[in-house]
Nanobody, 127 residues
Framework: QVQLVESGGGLVQAGGSLRLSCAASGGTFSSYAVGWFRQAPGKEREFVAA????????YYADSAKGRFTISRDNAKNTVSLQMNSLKPEDTAVYYC????????????????????WGQGTQVTVSS
């Protein structure tokens, strides 16, 4: 079983950048696909980006394409989300989630397809 801890959130002005990190422990991290999701107040949790266990496949929500980049370092058990050109509508709590390869290696975007979740990190973008 893997444990996930997010970090790197904060307050940033519109147009700025943040880099979120997801640190994993307690499992063979390279056996998991990882996704980033976010949840704004009063809204459902939504998919942002995902990366395959090997790092050779990524997928982004339309809202993230061209601005966000997901990457991973299996040697360090971390997944990062580089967020550039941030907008006020990016304000949310950001969560990382892991999906074991035993459930399939396709990249998926629904919350129910991920087994393990971090506690989230707040990102606030001011206008």
């Amino acid at each position: 079983q893997v444990q996930l801890v997010e970090s790197g959130g904060g307050l940033v002005q519109a147009g700025g950048s943040l880099r979120l990190s997801c640190a994993a422990s307690g499992g063979t991290f390279s056996s998991y696909a990882v996704g980033w999701f976010r949840q704004a107040p009063g809204k459902e949790r939504e998919f942002v980006a995902a990366i395959r266990w090997s790092g050779d496949g990524t997928y982004y929500a339309d809202s993230a394409k061209g601005r966000f980049t997901i990457s991973r370092d299996n040697a360090k058990n971390t997944v990062s989300l580089q967020m550039n050109s941030l907008k006020p509508e990016d304000t949310a709590v950001y969560y990382c989630a892991a999906r074991p390869n035993t459930r399939g290696t396709a990249l998926v975007i629904t919350t129910t397809r991920y087994d393990y979740w971090g506690q989230g990190t707040q990102v606030t973008v001011s206008s």
